[in-house]
């Protein structure tokens, strides 16, 4: 068995918003107790849709802030920059070998960001799920929080792993450094495992208030219904209240909220703050009209948030601080990343 260990990312780029807080850091604050977490500002993917950034510094320090003012403690778990430990991008050559062009090409993700221009997309942003699966596996990370909206890219990073492993196996045990796992039924001379999306939760993917079938998303600068983590208590409460309903009131069971993306956005927006399930918001506010349901709203994603809010503009006045964390927490992670990379050059020959 692999040690169990704890990888997620988030991106150094525009604001951070409800749907990162839900998908994923409201997560890797919940599994810090009992686990070993590694939490990155994974700065090297910002340049994949956008090479030239005004304030990366700003921004990465920026991401960190929101880890820590959520929860994270960087003294027990690992808080750093991508781009402090270069054995990832190191990896990721490796791993752009291991990959194949027709598993790139599939990604949902490639096709939205490089739009209908796809011969003037950057090559970064095509490679980019190569460079995520080694974000992970230079850690032999084995669980990864993040929203619905990465899954893919966890499939194919579990797709690179095997690859590897299987073409590899010979060098693998000759250099006595993998482990014997089974995928499936398959028995395999791992070097790296296969790692599992933990997604589940009451709101895997957040929707936009202002259209509930697209996702709340940093990169659309025309949606401002979107809930900033900076924003202050009047405007979360203002997009709350504008947000897109039906006519009707809210079902009492989660059967009712089929068919209608708005009503069940919010159901799962309240339910995740909340930390409840959709049946036990839908038990307390079923048959109420959103008049009631959306005030409710608004006091618990203040009362979440605000503290968060709060401490992220503190913390991020002290850039110093922050810096140091983030220092010492690139320290760390590349004395592991670098244990991982020994074995695999060893393994690969070079
Ligand atoms: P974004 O997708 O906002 O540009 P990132 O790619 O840096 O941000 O994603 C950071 C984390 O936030 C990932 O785990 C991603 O799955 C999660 N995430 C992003 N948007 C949403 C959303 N609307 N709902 C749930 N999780 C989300
Ligand atoms: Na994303």
Request: hydrophobic residues 40%; charged residues 25%; aromatic residues 6%.
């Amino acid at each position: 068995e692999f040690k169990e260990l704890v990888f997620s990312g988030v991106q150094p780029t525009g604001n951070l918003h409800l749907g990162n807080y839900l998908g994923a850091i409201r997560k890797f604050v919940a599994l810090q107790e009992g686990n070993d977490c590694i939490y990155c500002v994974v700065d090297l993917h910002s340049l994949t849709a956008q090479l030239v950034h005004d304030d990366l510094p700003g921004q990465i320090r920026s991401i960190a802030a929101a880890f820590i003012a959520s929860g994270i403690d960087p003294k027990k778990h690992i808080v750093f920059n991508q781009s402090a430990v270069p054995q990832h991008a190191e990896l990721a050559w490796i791993f752009n070998c291991v990959a194949r062009i027709g598993w790139m090409n599939r990604m949902t993700q490639f096709k939205d960001k490089a739009g209908k221009d796809r011969e003037n997309a950057s090559l970064g942003l095509l490679a980019y799920p190569s460079l995520m699966a080694a974000d992970i596996l230079v850690y032999r990370g084995t669980h990864v929080p993040v929203g619905d909206d990465q899954k893919q890219h966890l499939e194919l990073a579990r797709d690179i792993a095997m690859k590897f492993n299987l073409d590899y196996q010979e060098h693998i045990r000759r250099a006595g450094r993998g482990i014997d796992i089974t995928v499936g039924d398959e028995p395999v001379h791992a070097y790296f495992p296969m790692v599992e999306p933990l997604i589940e939760g009451p709101a895997p993917r957040v929707m936009s208030l202002r259209d509930g079938t697209k996702k709340m998303s940093k990169s659309d600068p025309s949606d401002l219904s979107r809930i900033n983590l900076l924003d202050d208590e009047e405007a979360i409460s203002k997009k709350i209240r504008k947000a897109k309903t039906d006519p009707d009131g809210l079902p009492s069971e989660v059967e009712g909220l089929k068919g209608r993306p708005e009503a069940d956005n919010l159901v799962g927006i309240y339910a995740a703050l909340a930390d409840k399930t959709k049946t036990e918001v839908l038990a307390e506010f079923g048959g109420q009209q959103f008049s009631v349901f959306k005030p409710a709203l608004v006091d618990l994603a203040v009362q979440v948030l605000s503290p968060i809010t709060g401490e992220m503009r503190r913390l991020m006045d002290d850039t110093s601080h922050i810096d140091a964390i983030l220092r010492n927490g690139g320290e760390r992670a590349r004395a592991r990343a670098e244990a991982t990379m020994k074995d695999v050059r060893d393994i690969i020959g070079f």
